[in-house]
């Protein structure tokens, strides 16, 4: 059974937003920071934005100002708010522990393509 679901992916133009979801295990939810990751084609993995248990959130410095990172501890999700998308957001979106020593399998991810 998978310990984080991502959903929420699409196809969106330049200018648009989207809300990505990522479902956690209780576990997860309630002891580690969480973080949303994008792999482009042909590029490698590379972390977007984190959130710690208590709320306190990290950005990469190519989408602060238009992504937010929250949590919602009822529905042990982790949301990413991307407004002012922009073609190089394209990817293929996943979330996972933040500490790589804890982080579980890699899921199928959601893939979010920019394009008018």
């Known amino acids: 059974q998978a310990q984080l679901v991502e959903s929420g992916g699409g196809l969106v133009q330049p200018g648009g937003s989207l809300r990505l979801s990522c479902a956690a295990s209780?576990?997860?939810?309630?002891?580690?920071?969480i973080a949303w990751y994008r792999q482009a084609p042909g590029k490698q993995r590379e972390l977007v934005a984190t959130v710690t248990r208590r709320g306190s959130a990290n950005y990469t410095d190519s989408v602060k100002g238009r992504f937010t990172i929250s949590r919602d501890t009822a529905k042990m999700t982790v949301y990413l708010r991307m407004d002012s998308l922009k073609p190089e957001d394209t990817a293929v979106y996943y979330c996972n522990v933040l500490d790589w020593r804890r982080q579980e399998p890699w899921g199928q991810g959601t893939q979010v393509t920019v394009s008018s």
């Open positions: 209780a576990t997860i939810f309630s002891n580690y920071a």
